[in-house]
Nanobody, 124 residues
Framework: EVQLVESGGGLVQAGGSLRLSCAAS?????????IGWFRQAPGKEREAVSC???????YSADSVKGRFTISRVNANNTVYLQMKNLKPEDTAVYYC?????????????????WGQGTLVTVSS
């Protein structure tokens, strides 16, 4: 069973930085998967923020390009989301996800596992 444990959320002022971490366990070397981040702001639909495959293929939403950087350490199956120049509109619950390839589920594939979520609040 795959489990995702997130950490790193919190309250920050606009222009500040935060780093989210997601530790994945239960994955096997035979799995073809990506790990990434979705977010859901109050009153809005959940959206993909960024994801990274085992081979290093990246996706980042236009709204975070140049500000958020996703990276992973394959040795311990940990994925990081470094967030800089945060804006109030980045306020949301951020969910770590594990996905599998699925052309019908762009941009990060089909989400098989969701983390519990971590709240990021950016004050103006």
């Amino acid at each position: 069973e795959v489990q995702l444990v997130e950490s790193g959320g919190g309250l920050v002022q606009a222009g500040g930085s935060l780093r989210l971490s997601c530790a994945a366990s239960g994955l096997t070397s035979d799995d073809d998967y990506a790990i990434g981040w979705f977010r859901q702001a109050p009153g809005k639909e959940r959206e993909a923020v960024s994801c990274i495959s085992e081979s290093g293929n990246l996706y980042s939403a236009d709204s975070v390009k140049g500000r958020f950087t996703i990276s992973r350490v394959n040795a311990n199956n940990t994925v990081y989301l470094q967030m800089k120049n945060l804006k109030p509109e980045d306020t949301a619950v951020y969910y770590c996800v594990q996905t599998v390839p699925d052309l019908a589920s762009p941009p990060c594939g089909y989400v098989e596992v969701w983390g519990q979520g971590t709240l990021v609040t950016v004050s103006s």
